[in-house]
């Protein structure tokens, strides 16, 4: 199975601050089609995780233009630039490229 | 609006099987796989399998094979997991979510497996 491996597990944040990141696969997520599908989540404190970032860089209808994707083959970046107050909870990247899909461990974004 | 609606939190005993399901509205139910995921508490997101209510096909995580079965409903639109021979370890929270973008969610299942 890939193994996704998110850094840093835990994040502390003023609001306004930028931060980042960053999923490391443990195999290439560049699907013979040529589509990446590297996913990024957002799961706030008692809720379901939502989709914010698609395919890498795909911004979800809905989601604001401060939360950016980045990458290819194995690493992957979010950055959120300028963090707000709805934004803390916790992070997963996930893949579909290869079967079965996997999520990383996750990275929680607190308020320092 | 594209909405899932999951059935409510069980409590069930060890050695039993549970179904939950999985309500889905405002899209067509038989054009997107249907995916499930468990988050046992404080833990992350591990992916069950999926299934393409619109012929039925289905594909699973190995780890979950001979412990979950899905199937879909397209009368009611609804999409249905069964877990069996419950354990412990199958104590989570259990999520149904549209496409293998998890483009939306259901709120999750609570189930608690206790004598």
């Known amino acids: 199975d890939v193994v996704l491996t998110q850094t840093p597990p835990t994040l502390s944040a003023t609001i306004g601050q930028s931060v980042s990141i960053s999923c490391r696969s443990s195999?290439?997520?560049?699907?013979?089609?040529?589509?990446?599908?590297l996913h990024w989540l957002l799961q706030r404190p008692g809720q379901s995780p939502q989709l914010l970032i698609y395919?890498?860089?795909r911004l979800e209808s809905g989601v604001p233009n401060r939360f950016s994707g980045s990458g290819s083959g194995t690493d992957f970046t979010l950055k959120i630039s300028g963090v707000e107050a709805e934004d803390l909870g916790v992070y997963y990247c996930?893949?579909?490229?290869?079967?079965?899909?996997?999520f990383g461990g996750g990275t929680k974004l607190e308020l320092k | 609006q594209v909405q899932l609606q999951q059935s409510g939190a069980e409590l069930v005993k060890p050695g039993s099987s549970v179904k939950i399901s999985c309500k889905a509205s405002?899209?067509?139910?038989?054009?997107?796989?249907m995916h499930w995921i468990k988050q046992q508490p404080g833990n992350g997101l591990e992916w069950i399998g999926w299934?393409?209510?619109?012929?039925?096909?289905?594909k699973y995580n190995q780890k979950f094979n001979g412990k979950a079965t899905l199937t879909a409903d397209k009368s009611s639109s609804t999409a249905y997991m069964q877990l069996s021979s419950l354990t412990s370890e199958d104590s989570a929270v259990y999520f149904c979510?549209?496409?293998?973008?998890?483009?939306?969610w259901g709120p999750g299942t609570m189930v608690t497996v206790s004598s």
């Open positions: 395919s890498v860089s």
């Open positions: 405002g899209y067509t139910f038989t054009s997107y796989d």
């Open positions: 979510a549209r496409s293998g973008y998890f483009d939306f």
């Open positions: 996930v893949q579909g490229t290869h079967a079965p899909w996997t």
């Open positions: 299934i393409y209510p619109g012929n039925g096909n289905t």
């Open positions: 195999q290439s997520l560049l699907h013979s089609n040529g589509n990446t599908y």
